[in-house]
T-cell receptor, first 113, second 112 residues
Framework: KAGVTQTPRYLIKTRGQQVTLSCSPISGHRSVSWYQQTPGQGLQFLFEYFSETQRNKGNFPGRFSGRQFSNSRSEMNVSTLELGDSALYLC????????????FGSGTQLSVL | ELKVEQNPLFLSMQEGKNYTIYCNYSTTSDRLYWYRQDPGKSLESLFVLLSNGAVKQEGRLMASLDTKARLSTLHITAAVHDLSATYFCAVEGGGSNYKLTFGKGTLLTVNP
């Protein structure tokens, strides 16, 4: 069974640009959540989607957005990039999203210059 | 706002020794998770604890949950080098489902 696939693996952008990250969950998983990991702030929740609906959102500015498609694949977008957005962005999937283990992808390492 | 505190943040152990990592959280929840992260890698699920008194064991690791004390422990028995990694606890709830609040992580180094 294929794991959670995130693309791209690495990304370098400059301030003010926007970026789109992609996540393909494990087949049959309908919940996809996104986390930001930085050395200073640790792992922080961005948002969670289930059947194309956002069920929860973390405390991030509106520049961070996401969506989920009918095949459960998800994308997150960050507009007007800031230096502080440099981080590892992790996507995780599960069958229903609560009370079960999350399967994490390898992440997208975003560097903003 | 749910807060999750892990301690210690750094742990250097000798092979063969036992130790415990503690995870305290600030609001009511009965869903707690433990994850492992190797350097440069993603997170791997270790345990899912879903009720008061839950205990799970896998190899040299055992996790427990006391929801009344808002405390989970991850006990390491007879540590081996392969257990060197960062261990995170994460709590779901506090009025917010489908969202995990992570502790800062415990960097475990097991020395020969």
């Amino acid at each position: 069974k294929a794991g959670v696939t995130q693309t791209p693996r690495y990304l370098i952008k400059t301030r003010g640009q926007q970026v789109t990250l992609s996540c393909s969950p494990i087949s049959g998983h309908r919940s996809v959540s996104w986390y930001q990991q930085t050395p200073g702030q640790g792992l922080q929740f961005l948002f969670e989607y289930f059947s194309e609906t956002q069920r929860n959102k973390g405390n991030f500015p509106g520049r961070f957005s996401g969506r989920q498609f009918s095949n459960s694949r998800s994308e997150m977008n960050v507009s007007t990039l800031e230096l502080g957005d440099s981080a590892l962005y992790l996507c995780a999937s599960s069958v229903q999203g609560s009370g079960e283990k999350l399967f994490f992808g390898s992440g997208t390492q975003l560097s903003v210059l | 706002e749910l807060k999750v505190e892990q301690n210690p943040l750094f742990l250097s152990m000798q092979e063969g020794k036992n130790y415990t990592i503690y995870c305290n959280y600030s609001t009511t929840s009965d869903r707690l998770y433990w994850y492992r992260q190797d350097p440069g890698k993603s997170l791997e699920s270790l345990f899912v604890l879903l009720s008061n008194g839950a205990v799970k064991q896998e190899g040299r690791l055992m996790a427990s949950l006391d929801t009344k004390a808002r405390l989970s422990t991850l006990h390491i028995t007879a540590a081996v080098h392969d257990l060197s990694a960062t261990y995170f606890c994460a709590v779901e709830g506090g009025g917010s489902n489908y969202k995990l609040t992570f502790g800062k992580g415990t960097l475990l180094t097991v020395n020969p």
